[in-house]
């Protein structure tokens, strides 16, 4: 099971990639919208943490992008911005999301991970 | 009759350059055009009475004399005429010799006395001037007569009056005279004195005026008559004798006394006298001066409710252009303070995101740190690199905790209705006060009472409303103050909020204006007065009531009652008022 993690911070996904690395996860990551799709194309990820806010491809139509790549594709938003629109936004499709507001507990964010993927077991 | 108070406009304290007029002016220009319009005919009503009604009852009053002149002129030429027939009469009717005989004409004179009365004596007199006969009281037989002005001047006539003198008895007399012509050479005089008592009667009885006078002089201005005030018979009269007019005359002279006087007067014919009657200017003005007081005093009483109604008038125009003002600016500042807030609330999310992005950075690499810690073996036991790392990650929870209160807070000023719990927002609110409370020692309790039905509107400003009322509530109080929030469920499907302090207390006589824009006790520590009254508009918006109770210090206590769904159904002006 392959996790794309995409944020135009460069610290922040390196850093959590690792994290989610040392916890067991296999994590790719990207800072924009174009390279995760291009990755998206090579491997088949099965779950997506996203940031809502990015330049050029905001969270939102890479999702539909990925989607259209991966259709089983499951996904986490992450935004700094915690306006309601976009909340509801993410929330309202038949697939079940997870929208978390930074700054994440990595123990939120890896249940969130294992609960999308039915994935057993602590990582923490 | 009507109660007249101060416009409102002028009793208040707040500045007035952002007004749209100048209150004071306009209400003074108003009140000096509505004083003109209204009283300016009363007043030109009563500058008629005083100078055309003042013509025209002054020329009643000669019209009035002049007729009583005529009339009086008419009655005492008849008298003198009647008595001038008389003596003619006898003269041609009895035979000279006859007439010469004293006891003749003493039957004569008997005879006149008891028919037409008035008669002191009778005398015949030759044309040499000496008296041939006498009947009288007197003993006048054979005087002489030649030298006496009155004969030289009645030799040359038919007939005479004389201007009125002291008789021997020292009663007023006047002589009537007629000359008989008894042939080419020889004529006689027949000569009556009069008792002139009689003769004044006539001017007497007739004159029903107790203020005038009637009286006669000769042409030199001597009283031939008893007068009431212009002195007594023979006396110079204190008036100018007028000049000679055929008809009756009114002039006005001023008499003796220096006072003005209407003088009406005539010539009597083929008299020595002139007839007069005079009335004072003051006195025969006087039913003019009555009606011109009357109307004055209508005059005045009619100024004076003019000017009561033209007050209240114009103070009330002024009032309701001045409340219209007021109004605008309340909700300018309303509009102010919404935009305000809003910007606020643009730029506390603007911060949170900026914010959340480093933050999360931050905890990425403490979380890497500690991951790296507690998986390698060199530093698995190092227990303050542990504590070090885990102070970094609670640090930033608790950075994000405070990103996530500003987000919220900026969510909720766009207006959008959601279901939501009461107590939940003032949970938020209180959050935000946390701080402060703690710094200054207030204690505060929240208590639900029962189950509390969801309030459905704009999240954002019931949080504005309770924000309002604790921070109201903080200002009150000193330090170790005690804030109770008490919710409950009314009967009426309301839910009622209590904030309670322990703080300073409202006096009585500003309760009824806490709420009205611009009314601040606060002023001197930047109060704007604005504070109640917005929330008050809140509550209004969010078909809710608000209620006060206070005693000076010993604390105030608001209750905000709003609307849930269940009594929204019964409400039927609830959408109006969105």
Known sequence: ?124 | MVKLKLPRHLHRNHPRSRELFNYRKLWLSRLFILTCVAAGPFLLLALFNQTVGRISAERDVKLRLARLVSNHEINISDFLDQRRTVLDYIIRDNPADNLADSTRLGVILDNLNSSMGGFTDLGLINKNGRQVAYAGPHELLNTNYKEADWFKKFKSRDNFVSDVFMGFRDMPHIIIGVRHQLNNRDYHFLKATIDTRQFNNLLTPTLDIDRGDAFLINHTGVLQTPSRSHGSTLEQVKLVPPEKNDKATVEVQVDGAGKKTFVGYAYLIDTPFILMITEPVASAMDPWRRDRNQITIFIVLGLILILAVVYRTASRMIDEIFAADQHRLQSLDKVNENQKLASIGRLAAGVAHEVNNPLAVINEKAGLLKDIVTSNNQYKNDTKLVSIANSIIASVERGGKITKRLLSFARHMKVEEHPMQVEEVIRDVLGFLKKEAEYRSIEITLETYGEIPSFFGDRGKVQQVFLNLINNAFDAMEKNGHLAIGILATDDNRVAVAIRDTGCGIREKDIPYIFEPFFSTKTASGGTGLGLSITFGIIQELGGTIEVDSIKEKGTSFTVYLPTSGSKENSSNENSTR
């Open chain 1, 1 to 124: 099971m392959k996790i794309l993690l995409v944020d135009d911070e460069h610290e922040l996904v390196a850093t959590l990639a690792e994290r989610l690395e040392m916890r067991g996860y296999e994590v790719d990551w990207s800072t924009s919208g174009a390279t995760a799709l291009e990755k998206a194309c090579q491997t088949e990820f099965s779950l997506a943490i996203l940031d809502m806010k990015m330049p050029q491809m905001d969270g939102l139509v890479l999702r539909k992008k990925l989607e259209e790549i991966t259709p089983t594709m499951r996904f986490i938003f992450m935004t700094g911005h915690g306006s309601e629109e976009t909340y509801q936004e993410a929330t309202s499709s038949a697939t079940p999301v997870r929208y978390l507001i930074k700054p994440v507990n990595i123990s939120t964010l890896t249940g969130a991970i294992d609960e999308l993927t039915n994935r057993e077991g602590s990582h923490d």
